[in-house]
C-alpha cells in the first residue's frame, strides 16, 4: 500500500486583478471576525488563487494558480454538462479541468493534464468532489464516503486505464482562523484519505485489484 500526504494552502486570494509584488503583512487572527455566510471556494468567472503545496513527508514545497474562467459545455464523454472551465498553471505545466456548482458543493466533471511527461485526459463518473459545502459537511467532525470512477486516457497511445476510487472525507475543524501572505481568513481545514482499485483497465499501471492510498488536507479559505 502507498500513502502519500500533501497539505494545500491558499497563499493569495484575487477577484480577477492582478496580484502585489510587495509584502504583505496579514492581520492578526484575534482581528477576524469568521462570516457565517458565504462559500469558502467561490467559482466565478476571473476569480484567481495561488496555492502553496507543501508535502508534509519530504518538506518539499511548490506553487500553483488557478485562474477560473468562463462557463462552457465540459464536451468528451460528458458533453451537454455545463461547468466552469479551470487553468491551472505549475511547475512543469499546465492543467485544465471542468469544474460544476451544484449550489452545495464543487465537484470535477473532466481534466486535461499537460504538468507530467505525458499528457492526459481525465474523466469522472458520476463526478470527483473538490468540496462539499453543504450544512451536513461543513459541521465539526463530519465523516462521509464517496466513490467514483477515474479514466485516465494516454492522448499519445490513446490508451485508457479505468479506476474506481472510494474517498472518505472528514472535517477537522470549522471557521479556523488561518494567516497566509494575503491575510487572515476562515479557513474549513478537511482531510480526505483516498483508496483506489483498478477495476477497468487496456493498459493497467499495476495488477488489477491491488490498491494504494493517499491523504490530503485541503484548507479552504472564505474571506472575512
Known amino acids: 500500500m502507498k500513502l502519500s500526504t500533501a497539505l494545500a494552502l491558499p497563499v493569495a486570494f484575487l477577484l480577477g486583478c492582478g496580484g502585489d509584488d510587495g509584502v504583505v503583512t496579514p492581520d492578526a487572527p484575534a482581528n477576524v471576525n469568521c462570516p457565517t455566510t458565504g462559500r469558502y471556494l467561490p467559482l466565478a468567472t476571473g476569480n484567481s488563487w495561488t496555492y502553496q503545496v507543501t508535502d508534509v513527508g519530504t518538506g518539499a514545497m511548490e506553487s500553483k494558480t488557478q485562474t477560473v474562467g468562463a462557463v462552457e459545455d465540459v464536451g468528451g464523454v460528458k458533453a451537454g454538462t455545463m461547468a466552469f472551465r479551470v487553468s491551472t498553471t505549475k511547475v512543469g505545466g499546465a492543467v485544465t ?3 460544476q456548482d451544484t449550489g452545495e458543493a464543487i465537484v470535477r466533471h473532466r481534466e486535461t493534464d499537460a504538468a507530467g511527461a505525458q499528457m492526459t485526459e481525465e ?3 458520476p463526478s470527483k468532489l473538490r468540496v462539499d459545502e453543504s450544512a451536513a459537511h461543513t459541521a465539526m467532525g463530519a465523516t462521509w464516503t464517496i ?3 477515474e479514466a485516465v486516457t494516454n492522448t499519445a497511445t490513446n490508451m485508457t486505464v479505468t479506476v474506481g476510487k472510494t474517498e472518505n472525507w472528514r472535517v477537522e475543524m470549522v471557521d479556523d482562523v488561518i494567516t497566509v501572505g494575503a491575510g487572515s481568513f476562515c479557513g ?5 484519505l483516498q483508496n483506489e482499485r483498478t477495476s477497468l483497465t487496456k ?3 499495476r495488477p488489477v485489484g491491488s490498491t494504494s492510498s493517499k491523504k490530503f488536507t485541503n484548507i479552504l479559505l472564505r474571506s472575512s
Open 188 to 192: 474549513l481545514p478537511m482531510m480526505m
Open 123 to 125: 474523466v469522472y463518473t
Open 147 to 149: 466513490t467514483y470512477d
Open 97 to 99: 479541468s471542468w469544474q
Open 203 to 205: 493498459a493497467p499501471p
